[in-house]
């Protein structure tokens, strides 16, 4: 490794100094160069553990901190990858927690001790990604080369700005009076997956440097980061098991729905596979820029500091799934059948296990493609004045805007295709499928259907032929856009005074201001079409006349590691990929109308209409698609600090309390759908006259913006933490703290949708109305008027600190939690009418519970190279209490797929019981090397997925990642990661009763990944 020599880097023991840089060599660190503190030479892997060891030890509260050597160390692709090695942290693995179809190549959202309740800060500074349905940043979107190090705070001091009650995540950027010479740092890398089969490159640099001037001495930092990640990810889904028996319980108007040659029976089983495939890339850009300067008596110090953060992200998913069955709250699991021909296995609860799925005239398989861009953006410019115009007073005023941007464009085109006969095999690891061709039509097409000879259809079994229209045409076409856009300023003042008496040793205070403002326009998948009927009508858009419209895609033999899918079909027609593009959906739309392809039942986003005909604003949203918040806060604290080190045990405390006031400004605007748009003009009038109020209303498009501002929520949060040395390198710490987490700036849009049913007497049209009567009145939507989450913590930790790099640490935690968002049915009255609405509220209290222990040591008493060797070992456990939904989620609102399956008492979404990382470390001579293994138990990743509607669990899963560098000289390293180096499958479940028996739901896999870095250090 490095040796230290005549420009030795030194540090000062602090956060900042002792953070070791990313883009350098992990055993290269800025150094700290101000008054006579204790200085430690930093040198490689170990001493870096050592100086994340010491702000631990040191720390005022429950504390865990990674340096950037640690994110440089491992193949992480972003802060959210990193964060997972932190004990108590998880990460997600799902594109979003609603979709867990998606599986996620990349670390998604972060959840401490269970909890995603978390508090997101750059420098101390508060941070928000306008396109974060949750509070706070996009971890993800972050490139982790920005960075000098991260602090995970686990409770409250008074001075830490509110928000957290799962924890806090400060993001420490570098300054350049944290080195005391110049430094440039370069590094080059290129990975590669081996399921997507391209390289990913990354660059990164950095300049630092300071210099004396009559005027004071000032320092100037750039840095920049830029990477490409490929990836592609693999994927079966099944659909929902359903109950196949004489007396059918779920669905009882149904009466029998036994499968033929099993009538006394009651047997399980799914409709059918999903397969699905995507390749997305992602493109991240960072900048950070900081001039600092102090005058030449050292009593003023500023710091000015601009960060940016680009993330844009590409993928483009390839599915296949059946029709009609496909939606699992719709009772129409009786068309697939099994073979009577072909063996069929079950096991001992007669759920199914193998056999031939065959499907009637009436159910199709759709190929569908869809596309997705995303780009968000955040800045943040800031300038912070310390002064210290005594030795004991000491003054910092910090000024901050933060802009954010968020632009998603997500678009589908579906083919539809004769449905095939699938032999489903689960009785392994993977689920095997194999695509035998369509069934020949057992029972007869009706006449005309699809264009076919009446009352034949001749079956095929190669899937990729296009002949006929009976076998493949464009059906569909959905678009969706999401445009955000968001500022905060801030402005903090904090005064502290240094006493030093025999017990208190300071006292300080300040304040804190923020202003945030967020536009968010989001059409929620509303603009969905068809293109060709499958009713009333003949298709239009059949491939064998429109091969401009179709594309081949295979499934190749890497397929889900080359399991899953067997047999030859294994080439279909999709819609061309190209035409998922925003620009290119246009123009297609265009083309399908000028060459009489589209009947017109979908139409692109220009041509929207609102229901009084308005047309939509210049990026294609109607009125009540746009919603704007704005949030104040004012906070306000004391804290007084004390410690005595003449006692037998010696101690360390702080106490202090934190105000808050908190104020809401919602504007959006209701929609109300008007029942009586259909109706003859006599039953309008009848309507209009029975319910005046309410049909004056129900004609509202949505125009007409209306602001909700509720009362000021104030709070105070008191503190309190302790830690005594029970010896030299023992220390026993207690802290205990209220928090705060505050609602997402979605959950508080003040917009509704109301839809209104109404109840004709006579049923009968043609005679005169006798009566009419609402009959189901509903409202989904925000509400402005919900309260932050709080939060009474405690924590006691012992601590035992061995040796410089050598500790081993346990603590216990408890959460209780009061004023819990629950989505509830909420009543209300417009027009005179009850309605009931769907929306969060605060609603209940539980608590969450648990320890964590960590061990991590080199083993420096081995003889030679051997001593070498180190070890990182945590492990959370975690207990929640009353934090599931005891009323569950049945609701009327938005039709059944709401009241399908609605199970009562579920557990906390995103929370695993058990999490744990093993890590082996070696450092010697000019090697160093990582082995690290994540995992963590099953857990409830949704309560409601958004294509089978029922609670989806992630079974439990680990990864292993590994990395080796090799010192070529004081200036260059080399290096070789790999990740996901198991292969891991991740796999989840589908509840299927409330007594909690779960069926197989997806199986996924991403690519392992190996690249290669050299660094460089001048």
């Given amino acids: 490794m490095f040796q230290k020599h005549k420009n030795a880097v030194t540090f000062k023991r602090s956060l900042l100094a002792m953070s070791i840089m990313t883009l350098g060599a992990p055993s290269l660190a800025f150094a700290q160069a101000e008054g006579d503190a204790d200085e430690v030479v930093v040198v490689g892997l170990k001493a870096s553990l050592e100086s994340a060891q010491e702000i631990k030890k040191n720390a005022d509260t429950v504390k865990d901190v990674i340096t950037a050597s640690d994110i440089g160390a491992l193949p992480d692709k972003s802060v959210t990858e990193a964060l997972q090695r932190v004990p108590g942290v998880t990460v997600g693995r799902f594109a979003s927690a609603s979709d867990p179809n998606h599986f996620a190549a990349e670390g998604r959202g972060v959840l401490v001790r269970g909890l995603d309740r978390v508090h997101s800060q750059f420098n101390g500074r508060e941070s928000f990604s306008a396109g974060n349905y949750a509070a706070g940043l996009s971890f993800e979107d972050i490139p982790p080369e920005l960075l000098g190090a991260v602090e995970v705070v686990k409770n409250q001091t008074a001075d830490i700005i509110s928000g957290g009650i799962a924890g806090t995540v400060n993001l420490v950027t570098r300054k350049p009076f944290d080195s005391a010479d110049r430094k440039i740092f370069v590094s080059v890398k290129d990975s590669y997956g081996d399921l997507v089969e391209k390289t990913s490159p990354a660059f990164s640099a950095l300049y630092s440097d300071r210099w004396d001037s009559s005027v004071g001495e000032f320092g100037f930092l750039v840095s920049g980061a830029k990477s490409k990640f490929n990836a592609r990810g693999d994927g079966i889904n099944l659909t929902n098991f359903y109950e196949r028996s004489k007396t059918q319980t779920e669905f009882a108007d149904l009466g029998s729905t036994a499968l033929p040659g099993h009538e006394n029976e009651k047997l399980y089983m799914p409709t059918g596979p999903w397969f699905r495939t995507a390749d997305s890339d992602r493109d991240r850009e960072g900048f950070d820029s900081s001039l600092q300067w102090k005058n030449p008596d050292e009593t003023a110090k500023v710091t000015a500091e601009f ?17 009609d069955s496909s939606t699992g709250f719709q009772p129409d699991f009786v068309n697939v059948q099994l073979d009577p021909k072909k063996p069929a296995t079950f096991d001992s609860n007669g759920y199914f296990t193998s056999g031939t799925l065959t499907y009637p005239w009436n159910t199709a398989f759709l190929t569908s493609v869809r596309g997705d861009h995303t780009e968000s953006k955040v800045q943040d410019a800031s300038v912070k004045v310390e002064l210290t115009p005594t030795e004991k007073l000491k003054v910092t005023l910090d000024a901050q805007h933060l802009n954010t941007t968020y632009h998603r464009q997500n678009n589908s085109i579906n083919n539809r295709m004769s449905q095939s006969d699938v032999f489903l095999d689960l009785r392994g690891d993977v689920p095997k499928v194999q695509f035998l061709g369509t069934n020949n039509n057992p029972g007869g097409t009706p006449p005309g259907w699809l264009g076919c000879p009446t009352g034949k259809n001749p079956g095929t079994t190669d899937l990729a032929d296009p002949m006929g229209s009976c076998n493949y045409y464009q059906v569909s076409i959905m678009d969706t856009n999401i445009d955000a856009k968001g500022t905060m300023d801030s402005f903090t003042a904090d005064v502290k005074y240094d006493i030093d008496g025999d017990w208190f040793k300071s006292v300080s205070g300040g304040a804190f201001f923020s202003n945030v403002d967020r536009t968010t326009q989001d059409d929620a998948y509303a603009n969905w079409g068809n293109i060709s009927n499958t009713w009333g009508q003949l298709p239009k858009s059949g491939l064998a006349e429109h091969p401009e419209l179709y594309e081949q895609f295979t499934f190749d033999n890497k397929y889900l590691g080359g399991d899953g899918l067997i047999g030859s079909n294994r080439t279909f027609l999709f819609p061309k990929m190209s035409n998922t593009s925003q620009a290119n959906l246009l123009a297609y739309d265009q083309f399908l109308r000028a060459n009489g392809i589209s009947n017109g039942g979908w139409v692109n986003r220009a041509d929207r209409v609102g229901i009084d005909g308005g047309k939509t604003d210049s990026l294609g949203y109607l009125p009540f698609e746009t919603y704007h918040v704005e949030l104040d806060r004012k906070e306000a604290y004391v804290r007084f600090d004390f410690a005595n080190d003449e006692l037998a045990y010696p101690i360390k405390a702080n106490v202090g309390l934190r105000y808050v006031s908190y104020g809401v400004e919602s504007t959006g605007t209701s929609l109300y759908t008007d029942p009586a748009k259909g109706f003859s003009p006599a039953d309008k009038a009848f309507f209009v006259k029975q319910y005046p109020a309410l049909a004056a209303l129900l004609t509202g498009d949505g125009s007409t913006p209306e602001t909700a501002k509720p009362d000021t929520y104030t709070a105070t949060l008191p503190s309190f933490n302790l830690s005594v040395s029970l010896r030299d390198d023992l220390i026993s710490r207690f802290a205990v703290s209220k928090a705060l987490y505050y609602p997402s700036l979605y959950d508080i849009r003040n917009s509704r949708s109301y839809s209104v049913a109404v109840t004709r007497t006579p049923a009968d049209t043609t005679v005169p109305v006798t ?3 609402v009959s189901d009145l509903n409202a989904t939507g925000g509400n402005p008027n919900l309260k932050p989450e709080e939060s009474t913590q405690f924590d006691w930790t012992l601590e035992w600190y061995a040796g410089k790099s050598t500790s081993v640490t346990g603590s216990f935690f408890y959460k209780n939690i009061n004023n819990l968002f629950r989505e509830r049915n909420a009543e209300g009255s417009i027009g005179g009418v009850d309605y009931v609405g769907r929306t969060q509220v605060n609603d209940g209290k539980g608590t969450v519970k648990g ?49 399908f399956r609605n199970f009562t008492n579920l557990p906390l979404p995103g929370l695993s019981k058990s999490n744990a990382n093993a890590t082996l470390i070696y450092q010697h001579s000019s090697i160093e090397a990582r082995l690290a293994y994540t995992w963590r138990s099953d857990y409830l990743v949704t309560r409601r997925d958004s294509d089978s509607f029922a609670p989806i669990y992630a079974e439990a899963s680990g990864y292993l990642d590994a990395s080796v560098w090799y010192t070529i000289n004081d200036n260059f390293r080399i290096g070789l990661e790999g990740s996901n180096l198991l292969n891991e499958m991740t796999k989840t479940t589908t509840q299927f009763n409330q007594a909690g028996v779960t069926t197989p739901k997806t199986f996924s896999l991403t690519d392992r990944r190996y690249a290669v870095s050299l660094r460089a250090s001048f």
């Fill in 851 to 899: 320890f964590e222990i960590a061990y991590q040591q080199f083993y420096d008493f081995l003889p030679g190279a051997w001593a070498g060797l180190g070890s990182q070992l945590n492990y959370t456990y975690i207990r929640p209490s009353d934090l599931g939904d005891a009323s569950g989620d049945a609701i009327s609102v938005g039709g059944s797929r709401n009241e």
């Fill in 771 to 773: 009566s009419m009567a």
């Fill in 307 to 323: 960060i940016s953060s680009k993330s844009i992200e590409n993928w483009r998913e390839h599915v296949l799934f059946p029709t």
